[in-house]
């Protein structure tokens, strides 16, 4: 069954020192009884979209390649890369993708990744590596303890903000000023 957290955001707690996640926003695609699945969105990678292209060769030799962003997806199988895309700003088919919201769609397919390469175009088209996964009633613990704060999606945060204030603007949109936030487990209130 799906939730009302997905699709959604998941924020970091300031209080999350977990390397992977600490300051993340996560583009949350689905949340059911039996796991979760979503994509960091403010962790860029240390490869470049030209460089996955050559490695996977996609194009001819000395083809130019379109600017892509590639981030780190999350922790969970980086080798796997997935296309987040809005496709009000894109030719890409939509059979092989899914549908997040009006303006966000994701797909792992090969032939996507090659149409991506080839593009004249590729605005608000991101490269993701990996990803966040949660197994059964993981994720909903984990907010419990206050280490996630769920928070509406917004396509601007994933496709238009820059990197490094994509956390902050996520926080902004529940009115939540990181800053004042206090850092302190459940424990402390007992």
């Known amino acids: 069954m799906a939730s009302e957290l997905a699709p959604g955001f998941l924020v970091a707690s300031p209080s999350l020192r977990d390397p992977n996640f600490r300051r993340t926003v996560v583009l949350l695609i689905d949340?059911?009884?039996?796991?979760?699945?979503?994509?960091?969105?403010?962790?860029?990678?240390?490869?470049?979209?030209?460089?996955?292209v050559d490695e996977l060769d996609l194009v001819e030799a000395g083809q130019a390649v379109p600017k892509v962003p590639v981030l780190v997806g999350g922790?969970?199988?980086?080798?796997?890369?997935?296309?987040?895309?809005?496709?009000?700003?894109?030719?890409?088919?939509?059979?092989?993708?899914?549908?997040?919201?009006?303006?966000?769609?994701?797909?792992?397919?090969?032939?996507?990744?090659?149409?991506?390469?080839?593009?004249?175009?590729?605005?608000?088209?991101?490269?993701?590596?990996?990803?966040?996964?949660?197994?059964?009633?993981?994720?909903?613990?984990?907010?419990?303890?206050?280490?996630?704060?769920?928070?509406?999606?917004d396509e601007k945060v994933v496709f238009d903000a820059p990197y490094e204030e994509r956390w902050e603007l996520a926080l902004s949109v529940l009115g939540i000023d990181p800053r004042l936030i206090v850092q302190s487990s459940p424990q402390h209130f007992a």
């Open 31 to 52: 949340h059911r009884s039996d796991g979760s699945l979503g994509f960091v969105v403010n962790r860029p990678a240390r490869v470049t979209f030209e460089g996955v």
């Open 75 to 153: 922790p969970v199988a980086p080798n796997t890369g997935w296309i987040v895309f809005d496709p009000t700003r894109s030719e890409m088919p939509l059979e092989t993708t899914i549908d997040v919201s009006p303006h966000v769609r994701v797909s792992a397919s090969k032939d996507l990744l090659q149409r991506l390469a080839r593009a004249p175009n590729a605005e608000r088209h991101l490269l993701v590596l990996g990803y966040a996964g949660w197994g059964s009633g993981q994720l909903d613990e984990e907010i419990r303890q206050g280490s996630w704060i769920p928070v509406d999606l």
